[in-house]
Structure formats: C-alpha cells, structure tokens
C-alpha cells in the first residue's frame, strides 16, 4: 500500500487506469468525482477539503502526473462544446 504522500509508479498507475478505462468504470468515476466534490467550490469543512482533494489527486493519478497541456487543451475543447443548461422560466 502506497502511503498518500507518495505518487505511484508507472505499474500502478495503469493499474488505476484499467479500473476505469471501461464504460461502467468512467461512469464510476465520473459518480466518485461528483461525490468527493472535485468540480464544485468548497468554501469550508475541513473534510469537505479533504475528499476534493482526494478527489484530485486520483484525477492526477489517472494522468500520470500533472496533466500534459494537450491534455489540458483536449479537456478545455470538450468543455467548451458541452450543451448549456436551458433557462427555467418560473411564468
């Protein structure tokens, strides 16, 4: 078991890719990501804090590191694309 503090090798990190590399698995993780907070504003708690950031460091693991800035760009291209929420008119 590999303390927190320590990022794993190569073997582990494909290790942690094969877990979410099928459909089901980027489903899971897309849940885990949500449920830890990763993509929300965390303004107190410390275990709030916490779970973000294990919730970014395991995105961090599947990148193998910091992510390459085509990764970045790729990312920022997908995002740029996604539908806006439809307005909700209370009339």
């Known amino acids: 078991m590999h303390r927190l503090d320590l990022f794993p090798n190569n073997e582990l990190i494909g290790q942690y890719r094969q877990v979410f590399a ?25 275990e709030d804090v916490a779970l973000k950031n294990f919730g970014l ?16 760009d790729a ?9 806006l929420l439809k307005e909700q008119h209370n009339d």
């Open 22 to 46: 099928g459909r089901n698995g980027k489903e899971v993780l897309t849940h885990m990501m949500y449920d830890l907070g990763t993509f929300q504003e965390i303004t107190s708690g410390a």
């Open 75 to 83: 990312f920022m291209v997908k995002l740029m694309k996604q539908p």
């Open 57 to 72: 460091r395991l995105l961090k693991i599947l990148a193998g590191g910091e992510p390459a800035p085509e990764s970045i």
